[in-house]
C-alpha cells in the first residue's frame, strides 16, 4: 500500500499548498483523485514520486509510506527503484529521439527485461509499434500520452501515477486510455489516476478522494461518488 498520512506541503518554505492530506492506494486497486484546479492533486503525485524538491516543494508535516516505510525524503530515482513511478506529466517525451529510444529510456531494468518490456508495450499499445523508429516529436497528442505511459511501465512499477491522462484528447482516445488503464490493472499494476475527467476516472476507480484547496473533502467507494449530489453537480456536470 503506498499511502499518505497528514500530509503538509510547503513550495519556497512559504506556500502551504497540502494541508494535513491522507490518502490510501492500496495495492491492486485504481484509486481516483480529483479537485478543481489548483487543488494540489499534482503537489500530491509529486509528494509520492518524490518530485517535490524539482519544484522547491517540501514536505513539512506527516508522511508518504510505501508498505509502511517512509519514502518522502527518498530522490526519485530511489522511489523509482521502489517500484513507484510517475508517467510525466505534459507528455514530456523525448521529441529528438524514436519512439522505441524513449521507451528504452524508462527501463532501468536488466537488458534482458527491456527486450521483453517493449515487447509487452507493443502488444498494449499497438500505435507504439507502428510508430516505433519515428521521432517521437512527430506523434499526436494521444500518441505522445501513450507513449508516456508506456516509458513509465517500462521499469515494471507495482505502483502507476498518471496525472490527468486525457488531458486534450478527443473521446475517442479517452476511451483508449480508459480502456489501456484498466488493462494495466488488470495486468496488475496498481494505479493513482489524477483526473479532471471525474467520470472517466469514476466509472474504473475502486475508490475515489475529493482534493479541495489542499484538504482531502470527500474519501469513498467510486461508486458513491458517482451517485453523490455535488460530486454529480461540480464534477461530472449534471444535475
Ligand atoms: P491543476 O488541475 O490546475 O493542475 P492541481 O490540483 O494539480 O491543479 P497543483 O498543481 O498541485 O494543483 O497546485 C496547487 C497549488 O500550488 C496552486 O495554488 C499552485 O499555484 C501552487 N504551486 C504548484 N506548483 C508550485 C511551485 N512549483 N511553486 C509554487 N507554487 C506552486
Avoid: W
Amino acid at each position: 500500500m503506498l499511502e499518505a498520512s497528514n500530509l503538509e506541503v510547503v513550495y519556497d518554505d512559504v506556500m502551504l499548498v497540502l494541508r494535513g492530506v491522507s490518502l490510501r492506494v492500496p495495492a491492486g486497486k485504481i484509486v481516483a483523485l480529483l479537485g478543481a484546479n489548483g487543488a494540489g492533486k499534482t503537489t500530491l503525485m509529486r509528494a509520492f514520486s518524490g518530485l517535490l524538491d524539482v519544484h522547491d516543494g517540501k514536505v513539512t508535516k506527516g508522511s508518504v509510506t510505501l508498505d509502511g516505510e517512509p519514502i518522502h525524503r527518498l530522490p526519485p530515482a530511489k522511489i523509482a527503484a521502489l517500484g513507484v513511478k510517475q508517467a510525466l506529466e505534459g507528455r514530456r517525451i523525448l521529441g529528438e529521439l524514436t519512439v522505441e529510444e524513449n521507451l528504452k529510456v524508462g527501463g532501468h531494468v536488466k537488458a534482458a527485461r527491456v527486450r521483453e518490456n517493449l515487447e509487452r508495450m507493443y502488444e498494449l499499445f499497438p500505435r507504439l509499434h507502428e510508430r516505433r523508429r519515428q521521432s517521437a516529436g512527430y506523434l499526436s497528442g494521444g500518441e505522445q500520452q501513450m507513449l508516456s505511459i508506456g516509458r513509465a511501465l517500462m521499469s515494471d512499477p507495482s505502483y502507476l501515477l498518471l496525472d490527468e491522462p486525457s488531458l486534450g484528447l478527443a473521446p475517442l482516445l479517452v476511451q483508449q486510455i480508459r480502456d489501456l488503464i484498466v488493462k494495466i490493472n488488470d495486468q496488475g499494476t496498481t494505479v493513482l489516476l489524477v483526473e479532471q475527467n471525474a467520470s472517466m476516472a469514476l466509472s474504473i476507480a475502486d475508490h475515489g478522494y475529493v482534493l479541495e484547496t489542499g484538504k482531502v473533502v470527500m474519501d469513498k467507494p467510486a461508486s458513491e461518488l458517482l451517485a453523490d449530489e455535488d460530486v454529480r453537480e461540480f464534477y461530472l456536470g449534471l444535475r
